[in-house]
């Protein structure tokens, strides 16, 4: 199994940027993919951005060009590169990995980091 812990997170002004960090344990190998989700209270969670063996880079419409989805495998170590934010950022954003193989993955969350953009 995988252990994931998300880091970066904070309050920031409309148009500030934040670098997010997840640092992973565990059964690294095994990982099929990672990613992003956020979640505001009283909506549901919603995917970001993710990276997958099969697909190097994508974001959800929402953020494109503004958010960019990177990772240091040496490190075990994903990123969210976060500009221009907007209040409706606003959020605990979630690490999450996939592990195994494409048609059948077992899903680990993080314990998430809270994005206040507010000036």
């Known amino acids: 199994q995988v252990q994931l812990v998300e880091s970066g997170g904070g309050l920031v002004e409309p148009g500030g940027s934040l670098r997010l960090s997840c640092v992973a344990s565990?059964?690294?190998?095994?990982?099929?993919?990672m990613g992003w989700f956020r979640q505001t209270p009283g909506k549901q969670r919603e995917f970001v951005a993710r990276?997958?063996?099969?697909?190097?880079?994508t974001v959800v419409d929402s953020v494109k060009g503004r958010f960019s989805i990177s990772r240091d495998n040496a490190k075990n170590t994903l990123f969210l590169d976060m500009r221009n934010l907007k209040p409706e950022d606003t959020g605990v954003y979630y690490c999450?990995?996939?592990?195994?193989?494409?048609?059948?993955?077992?899903?680990?969350w993080g314990q998430g980091t809270q994005v206040t953009v507010s000036s």
């Open positions: 999450v990995s996939w592990v195994g193989v494409s048609s059948n993955t077992d899903t680990y």
């Open positions: 565990g059964t690294t190998y095994a990982i099929y993919g």
């Open positions: 990276i997958t063996r099969d697909d190097p880079n």
